[in-house]
């Protein structure tokens, strides 16, 4: 069986956007898939790919030296055609300097140098839907489908185990993730995520459960929307395999445009992405239970700043009321005070 190698993007929510081009690219062969050690990890987990090899360019293989250390493990695996992903001149030199004949991804950033077939989307990358453009890459025909994930064994397993030590994630929540590792032009304000947790939990019951990643900042923002809302914070506490299981089980989902969104409407639950600097025309989440809320009309926007210059007005003037109109549409509107049992 011929062996094709696929490497990853850098980010969660593009692997998910990623997913239809992958399950084509790598069906009918042994797909062999190179990243950042947690990608690759939830990759085997979900059953995207064959095998993985994990390609640290922050640690342990940074610098030229571990590309070229990286490189010479991946000729040792003879891929016969490379499908890259990654955003970067170095995700394009990987398969290059691992001597894979064939290499097939999107140009820009001078990955031109490194591709033997070069995608181009008419209009510029940004013009249309990520996952569309990477589906072209592979030869897809037509519409792209959406992305569907089921949480593999390892991401139900550990969530078992976390809901047996947190009892009160039994009950039916809603998923809030108030950061985004990007920057602050992705973060609606905390105070608009307190006001619409609290809100939904009044009106339809969820107990709000807040999640994000192990980094200080994340802890305390869901740390404080948890005490504040009488949810729970569970940042910092799940890998991304059990953040997928958190998410199947879930009843909701809202939050910035981040990975976790993007995950939560694979999984397929009721989902509202709140966008500031980026674009739904490029990175919508994808699915009929998804719907997207902002950026404000401002001149400046989609900037795709990760910092801005000015008040984050495309984000501040996103009222929750337009949230909770999007939920509503989901989950309809909740019964009368009156008839509630």
Known sequence: MATRLSVLPNWLGDLVMATPALRRFGAGSEHVVVGAPH???????????????????????????????????????EPEVALVLGPSLRAAALPALAGIPQRQGVGGEGRELFLTRVHRVRGGLRS??????????????????????????R???????????????TAPFAVFAAGATFGPTKRW??????ETAGRLHASHGLRPVFVGSGDARERET????????????????TDLPVLVGALADASLFVGNDSGPMHVAAAVGIPTVGIFGSTSPVWTAP????????G??????????????????????????SAVLGAVERLLGSPPPREARP
């Not at 991401?155 to 994630?169: S, T």
């Not at 869901?222 to 506490?237: H, K």
């Not at 950026?295 to 929750?320: G, K, M």
């Open 39 to 77: 990608l690759v990890d939830l990759v085997l987990d979900l059953g995207l790919a064959d095998r993985g090899v994990d390609y640290d360019r922050r640690g342990a293989d940074r610098g030229v030296s571990g590309l070229w250390r990286a490189a010479r493990g991946l000729s040792a695996l």
């Open 128 to 153: 249309q839907h990520l996952s569309q453009t990477w589906w072209d890459v592979t030869g897809g025909a037509g519409q792209v489908p959406s992305p569907r994930w089921r949480p593999g064994r």
């Open 155 to 169: 991401g139900q397993e550990g969530w078992r185990a976390l809901m047996e030590r947190r009892p009160e994630l």
């Open 189 to 194: 304000p905390t105070h608009f995520f307190a």
């Open 222 to 237: 869901a740390a404080a929307l948890a005490e504040a809302t009488g949810g729970v914070s569970l940042a910092g506490e």
């Open 286 to 293: 994808r699915g009929p239970a998804a719907r997207t809320v």
């Open 295 to 320: 950026p404000a009309p401002v001149d400046c926007s989609p900037c795709f700043r990760a910092t801005c210059p000015f008040a984050l007005e495309c984000l501040r003037q996103v009222e929750p």
